[in-house]
C-alpha cells in the first residue's frame, strides 16, 4: 500500500527504510514468524479500522424520493438511542493508545542518541500527506466531473466524504507531542496520566463556570451547554491521555487482566456518572458550538479511553493466543497493509453504492428506526458498500504499488514547519466546506505539504553543482 503509516500508524520508520518502530521493546507472547512483528497492536487497529468502516456506514442514512437519493442524514440525528452504540464505535482512543505503544521504543530510541524527533514527525506527516494527495486529488475530478454533467449523488454525501479526515490532523497533532509524552513518562510515571486527568477536569470545571460543589451534579449540561472557550484546552489534554497510557503500557508500568478488568469496570462506571450529570450519551458527532464531547472533548470522552485501554488488557492473552492460528494472523496482516488505503477510501465507495441501489431499487432508504423495514435497508446499505468498496479499493491497491514507496522526509526543520502548517490548514479546509469546494482547497494545502515533506536529493545535487561552479569561477580553476 502506501509509503507512509496508516491512521494507525502501522508503518512507521518505512519512509527511512528502518524496521518499523514497536519491532523492539517488551517482548510479545505470539509474533508474526515471518517477520517477528508484535501482531496483537496491530490486531487492535484492524479490529477498530473494521469498527470504523462499518460504523460510519450504518451512520450514513440516504433519503430516497421516487427511488432517487435526494439527502443523506446521520444516524444521530434521528435516532437518540443511538448514542450508546458510540460508545463502542468511538475507537479513536484505542488508535492513539496503540500507535504510541508502538511508537514508544523508537522515541526512546531517538532521545537517548540525541537525535532530532522533528525528522521522524516529517515522516509521518509525509506518509499520510501522499495517500491523502491522491484522494482529494480523485475527489477533486469527481467534483469537477458533477459539475458539468449534473451529478447529484455527490449533492447529498458532500460533507460525509471529507469529514472523517478530522483522525489524521488529531493524530500528527498528538503525535508531535510524544517526545515530551515518553519523557513524562520517565519522571513522573502514571503520575503523568494523573496530570492530565487534572487538567481535563479543570479545564471542563472552568468551562462550567462553575461556583459551588453543588453544581458538579449538573457539571455535564454546564459544559455542554456552553462555548467551547477554555474547553478546548481538552482538544490537547483529552487526546494526549491515551497516548500517555500507552506510553506506560509500553514500558511495562501496568498490565494483566486483572488490571484490565478494573480499567474496564472504572470505565464503565464513569460513563454511568458522566452520562448522569449531563454529558451527552453519543460519542461522536457535533458542532464547533460545543454541544458534544468531542469539540471540544470533554471528561466523558475518558470513559471511553477507559474502558478499550481495561479491554485490551483483559482480553490480551486469550486474542494473543488466537494469534496464533495462521488464517487469521494472516487476515490482520493483509487488513493492517490496507489501513491507510481503507480508511481514506471507504466513505467513497458510497457514491457508486447509490447509484448501484438505486439501480436495483433495493430498500436503501433509511425509513425510521424502530420500523420493521429500518434494519434490512441498513443492512441492504452496508452490502452494497462492501460491493462497492471492493473495485474502489482495488484501483488504489493498483495505483499505491506502482508509485514509489519510500520517499525519505526532508532534514529541514522550516520545511517540516512550513509542511506541517499546510497539512493542519488543507484538511480542516476540506472537512468544513466538504468536497464542493473543499477538495480543491485541500489539495492544494495537503500538496504543498506533500513536496516540503519530502527530501529532494536531485535538487540538493544541483545546488552544490551550482556552488561548486560558482567557487571554480571565483578561484580561476579551470580557466585558460
Known amino acids: 500500500m502506501s509509503s507512509g503509516p496508516g491512521p494507525s500508524g502501522a508503518s512507521e520508520g ?20 515471518t517477520d517477528g512483528r508484535d501482531r496483537y497492536p496491530d490486531a487492535l487497529r484492524a479490529g477498530a479500522l473494521l469498527v470504523v468502516v462499518f460504523g460510519h456506514w450504518i451512520a450514513t442514512l440516504p433519503r430516497l424520493e421516487d427511488g432517487r437519493m435526494v439527502d443523506a442524514e446521520h444516524l444521530l440525528t434521528v435516532w437518540a438511542g443511538a448514542g450508546v452504540l458510540t460508545w463502542f464505535l468511538q475507537v479513536v482512543p484505542l488508535f492513539v493508545f496503540v500507535s504510541a505503544a508502538v511508537s514508544t521504543p523508537g522515541a526512546v530510541r531517538r532521545l537517548e542518541a540525541g537525535e532530532r524527533q522533528s525528522h521522524w514527525w516529517a515522516g509521518r506527516a509525509l506518509g499520510l500527506a501522499r495517500p491523502t494527495v491522491t484522494y482529494l486529488a480523485v475527489l477533486t ?3 469537477a466531473i458533477a459539475h458539468f454533467t449534473g451529478g447529484r449523488l455527490l449533492g447529498p454525501l458532500d460533507q460525509s466524504l471529507t469529514v472523517h479526515l478530522w483522525f489524521l490532523v488529531m493524530l500528527l497533532a498528538v503525535q508531535a507531542f510524544l517526545p515530551l509524552s515518553v ?8 503520575r503523568a496520566v494523573a496530570g492530565l486527568l487534572a487538567i481535563a477536569f479543570v479545564a471542563d470545571v472552568v468551562r462550567a463556570g462553575l461556583s459551588s460543589p453543588a453544581q458538579l451534579r449538573e457539571l455535564g449540561t454546564l459544559v455542554t451547554s456552553t462555548p467551547g472557550g477554555v474547553g478546548w484546552v481538552n482538544g490537547l489534554a483529552v487526546w494526549l491521555l491515551p497516548q500517555q497510557l500507552g506510553v506506560a503500557w509500553k514500558q511495562g508500568r501496568f498490565g494483566g487482566a486483572r ?11 464513569w460513563l454511568g456518572i458522566a452520562v448522569a450529570v449531563g454529558y ?4 461522536v458527532g457535533g458542532d464547533l458550538a460545543g454541544s458534544s464531547n468531542v469539540l471540544p472533548p470533554t471528561l466523558a470522552l475518558v470513559g471511553v479511553m477507559l474502558v478499550q485501554v481495561g479491554a485490551v488488557l483483559t482480553f490480551e492473552g486469550p486474542a494473543r493466543r488466537t494469534l496464533q492460528h495462521r488464517p487469521i494472523e494472516r487476515a490482520v496482516a493483509v487488513l493492517g497493509s490496507l489501513s491507510m488505503g481503507l480508511y481514506l477510501w471507504h466513505k467513497l465507495a458510497e457514491l457508486p453504492a447509490a447509484w448501484l441501489g438505486e439501480r436495483l431499487g433495493a430498500p436503501i432508504d433509511a425509513g425510521v428506526p424502530g420500523e420493521p423495514g429500518f434494519w434490512i435497508g441498513r443492512l441492504w446499505w452496508i452490502g452494497l458498500c462492501l460491493v462497492m468498496v471492493l473495485p474502489v479499493m482495488a484501483a488504489v491497491v493498483a495505483f499505491e504499488t506502482r508509485r514509489r ?6 532534514t529541514s526543520t522550516l520545511a517540516t514547519l512550513i509542511g506541517g502548517a499546510g497539512l493542519f490548514l488543507g484538511i480542516p479546509a476540506a472537512m468544513a466546506f ?29 545546488a552544490r553543482d551550482r556552488v561548486g561552479r560558482s ?3 571565483g578561484t580561476g580553476v579551470g580557466q585558460r
Open 14 to 33: 518505512a519512509s527511512e527504510g528502518r524496521p518499523r518502530e514497536g519491532d523492539e521493546g517488551r517482548q510479545p507472547d505470539v509474533t508474526d514468524r
Open 141 to 143: 475530478l469527481l467534483v
Open 183 to 190: 519523557r513524562a513518562d520517565r519522571r513522573f510515571g502514571l
Open 259 to 269: 488490571t484490565g478488568v478494573g480499567v474496564l469496570t472504572l470505565g464503565l462506571v
Open 280 to 283: 451527552p450519551v453519543a460519542m
Open 405 to 410: 514507496r519510500d520517499v525519505p522526509q526532508t
Open 434 to 462: 466538504g468536497a464542493q469546494p473543499g477538495a480543491l482547497v485541500g489539495l492544494v494545502g495537503v500538496g504543498a505539504a506533500s513536496l516540503l515533506l519530502r527530501d529532494h536529493p536531485r535538487a540538493h545535487a544541483r
Open 471 to 473: 567557487h571554480d569561477r
